[in-house]
């Protein structure tokens, strides 16, 4: 039972536009998120993160959102770039679980011009 | 900086060999983890370690050992490759429990 989900595999979003990825969770135990951005033959690299105490954390064009109640979390990439055209994956780890980060399946974003 | 330094990059095994996948960070990282990406299912926990000496399973241990001797390395040992563990192997490492991990740049293993 996949306890982290990404329902979309796959987005296609105009260069400027907002992208929005959405992310569900089934354990009430994770108190912590992160997204990981990776490009092909790469490893995947940290993008954002929030805490079970926030509902929203900013950094620059990415803002992660989180809805405790509904288990779920949403990435929103404003205005999108050709470059930021990877896979996105979702994760949620419990405090105290010694950094054992469960993976969404990942969606791949494709920003076109 | 190195980061998280895997080796090999490639490799293709026979089933019923054995090989050790190489980890190496150098940031000093207390936690180290071992990954593997296969198609529609993400990255999935195989090994992990809070500290040299100090190792646990994740959610896919089965055929799989490790140890970590020094605070710099975490190898990933494969026993008797099958074809069921063809697939991109990630390790990463984090400098505490609660924050992000670096990943390596992945090991793509063939078992034919």
């Known amino acids: 039972d996949q306890q982290v989900k990404q329902n979309s595999p796959s987005l296609s979003v105009q260069e400027g536009r907002i992208s929005i990825l959405n992310c569900d969770y089934t354990n009430s135990m994770f108190d912590y998120f992160l997204w990981y951005k990776k490009y092909p033959a790469e490893g995947p690299t940290f993008l954002i993160s929030i805490s079970s105490i926030k509902d929203k954390n900013e950094d620059g064009r990415f803002t992660v959102f989180l809805n405790k109640s509904a288990k779920h979390l949403s990435l929103h990439i404003v205005p999108s770039q050709p470059g930021d055209s990877a896979v996105y994956f979702c994760a949620a780890g419990a405090s105290g679980g010694y950094n054992k980060l469960i993976f969404g399946a990942g969606t791949r974003l494709a920003v076109h011009p | 900086n190195a980061g998280v330094t895997q080796t090999p990059k490639f490799q293709v095994l026979k089933t019923g060999q054995s090989m050790t996948l190489q980890c190496a960070q150098d940031m000093n990282h207390e936690y180290m983890s071992w990954y593997r990406q296969d198609p529609g299912m993400g990255l999935r926990l195989i090994h992990y370690?809070?500290?040299?000496?100090?190792?646990d399973q994740g959610e896919v241990p089965n055929g799989y050992n490790v140890s970590r001797s020094t605070t710099e390395d975490f190898p990933l040992r494969l026993l008797s490759a099958a074809p069921s563990q063809t697939s991109v192997y990630f390790c990463?490492?984090?400098?505490?429990?609660?924050?992000?991990?670096?990943f390596g740049q992945g090991t793509r293993l063939t078992v034919v």
């Open positions: 990463a490492s984090s400098r505490d429990r609660n924050t992000e991990a670096f």
């Open positions: 370690s809070v500290g040299a000496g100090i190792t």
